[in-house]
């Protein structure tokens, strides 16, 4: 025998026996009643607050990176050198040299991107010189 909870409240659960049908896909719910507890000590509560809401803002963080990496990967070639020229002195070595792997961390991109993003911002600074 199978058993499902669904919970919709703190401390209150309704219970329901599954049963899959012998002849058919069709699976059947029939209701077992309702289960009530009570809610665990207030300092218990307060600590799986924090623990959620640090593992919800690192999720919410991590999600947002790759949505935003997703982004850059959609971006021109011709936005991301722009975008590299404008933050050069962070993607450039004390030489002045544009540094590949300082151009994939800002702009979350790949290697082979950052190398022709690379090739395109020394390319304009070239003729930005002449």
Excluded: C
Excluded at 108 to 122: D, L, T
Aim: zero cysteines; aromatic letters at 10%; proline letters at 2%.
């Amino acid at each position: 025998m199978t058993f499902k909870l669904v919970v919709s409240d703190r401390g209150y659960a309704k219970v329901y026996r599954i049963q899959a049908s012998q002849f058919e896909d069709d699976v059947y719910h029939h209701g077992l009643g309702e289960v009530y507890t009570s809610l665990p000590d207030k300092e218990l509560v307060e600590a799986y607050e924090a623990k959620k809401a640090k593992y919800q803002k690192e999720q919410y963080r991590h999600d947002a990176l790759k949505i935003t990496k997703k982004q850059q990967m959609e971006k021109p070639l011709e936005e991301l050198i722009l975008e590299g020229l404008r933050h050069l002195t962070e993607v450039s070595n004390e030489e002045g040299k544009i540094k590949k792997f300082k151009l994939m961390r800002l702009l979350h991109i790949s290697e082979w991107k950052a190398r022709f993003v690379k090739e395109g911002m020394e390319e304009a600074l070239k003729h930005s010189k002449s």
